[in-house]
């Protein structure tokens, strides 16, 4: 969701007196972590342990914009603040971050009535085009969580929206979820799964995925996927919800898949690089990942990310909705 701000900002001035707005920092905002864990359309990336992790990596803060109606928060915008030469931007998620998903969190919107929903919606599309004309920021670009799907308040305040996908799959039983494979994936995963192993990785194999990951980048003349010391922070904050998915052939490395647990959901958030030729690395990963989602406990396992046609046909294998 984009807005390039023009020389005026609409009618923020007649919505002010429903609602007023401050920024803060991520430390200043002590409501934010109760916020983030209880919102319903909260992400992983919406979780004080992750903004905090960002914060401390992208050159300026991440920033909370917080809009109030009296005593009540009725929604907040992590968000940072960029400039690119004259142009001032206001940015959610951080770029280069791979945070797939940011933007906006309103407490309580699925329980209200079609009417209050809209009006909140209104009132903070109003305070983030009020924060832009504040700050002189001329342009602004949201990526909202899955699930929150009604922007036109956002678009009535001039944004243009633009559809992103994500493939998720309900979990339940092993054998149902082997099943539903697409019988492709499941004959190359039956070939090759004596000689080709899974297994959470270690300490080493987090640098072999980083230094493999920076190396693949680097041959195609493009900068390092993550910065220096991103996920080491990471790890350190989200502790056991964040995974590393090994695939070896006897003690030849093969690839590996990042994962975070989030509530009841395992999200595949980095890895499946491409593969030894001839071998079906990624399909193993990924269904050895679903297996460890059942295993857990997990009710829903996210394949992040299917807006490019060539990622979207391997996903789709899986069976995501």
Not at 40 to 65: D, G, M, N
Not at 67 to 79: D, K
Not at 196 to 215: K, L, P, Y
Not at 260 to 275: D, H, N
């Amino acid at each position: 969701m984009d807005r390039r701000s023009g020389r005026h900002v609409g009618s923020v001035d007649e919505l002010t007196s429903t609602w007023i707005s401050e920024e803060e920092t991520l430390s200043e905002a002590r409501y934010y972590p109760e916020l983030a864990s209880t919102s319903q359309h909260a992400t992983i990336f919406h979780s004080s342990e992750w903004l905090k992790v960002a914060s401390s990596i992208v050159p300026q803060r991440v920033q909370i914009l917080r809009v109030a109606q009296g005593q009540e928060t009725i929604g907040v915008l992590p968000h940072v603040h960029l400039r690119r030469g004259p142009l001032r931007m206001i940015l959610s998620p951080p770029p280069g971050l791979g945070m797939q998903y940011l933007g906006p969190l309103f407490p309580h919107l699925d329980s209200m009535k079609q009417d209050k929903r809209e009006r909140r919606l209104d009132s903070i599309a109003g305070a983030v085009m009020q924060h832009m004309h504040s700050t002189r920021s001329r342009f602004c670009q949201m990526r909202w969580t899955p699930g929150l799907a009604d922007a036109r308040a956002f678009q009535w305040h001039g944004f243009e929206t633009f559809p992103r996908y994500s493939y998720v799959l309900p979990l339940s039983d092993e054998k149902l979820m082997w099943g539903r494979l697409k019988q492709e994936a499941r004959l190359h995963i039956k070939r090759h799964s004596e000689a080709i192993s899974t297994a959470v990785g270690t300490d080493e194999d987090w640098s072999i995925f980083e230094n493999r990951a920076r190396a693949r980048y680097t041959d195609q003349g493009l900068t390092a996927p993550l910065p220096a010391t991103y996920i080491e922070a990471l790890r350190a904050e989200l502790g056991e919800r964040l995974v590393l998915m090994v695939a070896r052939r006897a003690d030849e490395w093969l690839g590996a898949v990042a994962l975070v647990r989030f509530r009841a959901r395992l999200i595949l958030w980095q890895g499946a690089f491409k593969g030894t030729p001839g071998l079906p690395v990624n399909d193993i990963l990924v269904w050895n990942a679903i297996r460890f989602g059942c295993e857990t406990g997990c009710r829903e396992f996210e394949l992040m990310g299917a807006n490019t046609k060539r990622i979207a046909e391997f996903k789709a294998k899986f069976n995501g909705t």
